[in-house]
């Protein structure tokens, strides 16, 4: 099982960027699909998580700003980002909770870097 991320980039404070991350693989299930971010010397942080039912959670920093969602049938998640600020400057990695083999595993795609420039 693979995450690949995509999306990331420099943009101006205010923009908007769209994060893709797609899961690859043997796939039985995929249960909760999440972002995080995290800056140097910094813990990764959670941004946002969807379950495979659609309910979602956000970080207090990103709420009305970052909208998560998922398409299923791609196994693939998105992080909407809208109204960017300087302090959102982070690689941000996509994680799922994924059934493979009938074993469930939390899986990390490589960091995506977004910058916001003031």
């Known amino acids: 099982v693979q995450l690949q991320a995509s999306g990331g980039g420099l943009v101006q404070v205010g923009g908007s960027l769209r994060l893709s991350c797609a899961a690859s693989?043997?796939?039985?299930?995929?249960?909760?699909m999440g972002w995080y971010r995290q800056v140097p010397g910094k813990q990764r942080d959670l941004v946002a998580i969807?379950?495979?039912?659609?309910?979602?959670n956000y970080a207090d920093s990103v709420k009305g700003r970052f909208t998560i969602s998922r398409d299923n049938a791609k196994n693939t998640v998105y992080l909407q980002m809208n109204s960017l600020k300087p302090e959102d400057t982070a690689v941000y990695y996509c994680?799922?909770?994924?059934?493979?083999?009938?074993?469930?595993?939390?899986?990390w795609g490589r960091g995506t870097q977004v910058t916001v420039s003031s």
């Open positions: 969807i379950t495979s039912g659609g309910s979602t």
């Open positions: 994680k799922g909770r994924i059934s493979a083999n009938r074993a469930w595993n939390d899986y």
């Open positions: 693989g043997t796939i039985f299930s995929i249960n909760n």
